[in-house]
């Protein structure tokens, strides 16, 4: 069972700077989600907050709630949010990190993660695919 978590402004997805994030909702992403959940044999359950506090229940709750995995895109408190990371690092369901866009490739500050280390693994700029590839992996390596 997997959690996918979209972070700040997320919700923005298909009208916030559609060159950069595609034109494609966030409602849109969380279908394609549950239908690749479906291929793979597992449930998906797709959560967005603004909200730091909340992002953090979520993570801290999901080994109780039966997740077996999470793919998270922190959005922009991937680049300061040390609360965001000690979440992820103090439980014990693996995380995949997430970003639509190629985030190296942009402004110098969206260049370091400080939630990246305590992840399996990120994946970066391949859009919608990018949750499919982390789906996959975490589905293979724990069973999704």
């Given at each position: 069972m997997l959690l996918i978590l979209n972070g700040p402004n997320l919700n923005r997805l298909g009208k916030r700077e559609p060159g950069v994030y595609g034109t494609l909702t966030l409602e849109e992403l969380e279908r394609q989600c549950e239908l690749w959940g479906s291929e793979l044999g597992t449930t998906v359950t797709c959560r967005q907050s603004n909200f730091e506090g909340q992002l953090l229940e979520w993570i801290q709750d999901a080994e109780e709630h039966g997740?077996?995995?999470?793919?998270?895109?922190?959005?922009?408190?991937?680049?300061?949010?040390?609360?965001?990371r000690d979440a992820?690092?103090?439980q014990n369901v693996p995380v995949v990190e997430v970003h639509l866009s190629n985030v190296d490739a942009r402004e110098a500050f969206r260049h370091h993660s400080v939630t990246a280390a305590v992840c399996k693994g990120k994946i970066s700029g391949l859009g919608f695919a990018g949750y499919r590839f982390a789906m996959d992996y975490l589905v293979e390596e724990v069973g999704g």
């Open positions: 997740f077996t995995g999470i793919v998270i895109n922190p959005g922009a408190l991937t680049h300061y949010s040390y609360a965001l992820i690092a103090g």
